[in-house]
C-alpha cells in the first residue's frame, strides 16, 4: 500500500500531467491559428502523450491501493509571440516537469518504497527525451528566425511526427 504522502503527490502528478496535455493543445490550436499545420499536428499528438502520462499514473496509484482524487485544470495560456516563443515555453514545462519527478522520486526514495521507485524510473528516462526533443526543436526554430523558408521547413518536419 501507497503512504499517504506518496498518494497526495501522485495525485498532483496526475493533475500537472493533464495541464501539460491542455497546454500542449493550446499550442497546438495556436500553431494551427498561424496556420503552422506541422506544429499543430506535433503539439496534438503530444497532448495526447501526456494524457497517456496522467492515465499511467492513474493506474498506478489505483494498483497501489491509493485513491485517485481530480482537481480542477488550469486554464492555459491561449497566445504566443512566435512559434519559436511556445516551443521555448514548451521546454521551460519539461524541465518543471523533469523537477517533479525528481521530487518525487526523491520521496520514493526516502520513504523506502522500491515498487514507486521502479515506476517513476520510466518517467524519469522519458523526462529525458521530452527535454531532448523540445530543445531541439526550439533550437532549429531560432536558428530559422528571420528566414520565412527555413521556418516552413521546420514545420514540415514536425508534420512527420508519427
Ligand atoms: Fe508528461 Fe511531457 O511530461
Known amino acids: 500500500m501507497i503512504s499517504e504522502k506518496l498518494e497526495k ?3 498532483e502528478q496526475i493533475n500537472a500531467e493533464l ?3 491542455y497546454l500542449y493543445l493550446s499550442m497546438a490550436a495556436y500553431s494551427g491559428s498561424i496556420n503552422m499545420d506541422g506544429a499543430a499536428k506535433w503539439f496534438q499528438k503530444q497532448a495526447q502523450e501526456e494524457l497517456e502520462h496522467a492515465m ?3 493506474h498506478y496509484l489505483e494498483e497501489r491501493g491509493g485513491r485517485v482524487l481530480l482537481t480542477a485544470i488550469k486554464e492555459p495560456k491561449k497566445e504566443w509571440k512566435t512559434l519559436e516563443e511556445a516551443f521555448k515555453e514548451a521546454y521551460e514545462h519539461e ?3 523533469t523537477g517533479r519527478i525528481n521530487k518525487l522520486m526523491d520521496l520514493a526514495v526516502a520513504e523506502k518504497d522500491y515498487a514507486a521507485q521502479s515506476f517513476l524510473n520510466w518517467f524519469v528516462d522519458e523526462q529525458v527525451e521530452e ?3 523540445t530543445l531541439a526543436i526550439y533550437e532549429k526554430l531560432k536558428m530559422v528566425r528571420d528566414y520565412k523558408g527555413g521556418l516552413f521547413m521546420v514545420d514540415r518536419e514536425l508534420s512527420q511526427r508519427g
Request: hydrophobic share 35%; charged share 25%; aromatic share 26%.
Open 19 to 21: 495541464f501539460s496535455s
Open 131 to 133: 527535454e531532448a526533443s
Open 9 to 11: 503527490e501522485l495525485n
Open 95 to 97: 524541465k518543471y516537469i
Open 56 to 58: 499511467k499514473f492513474y
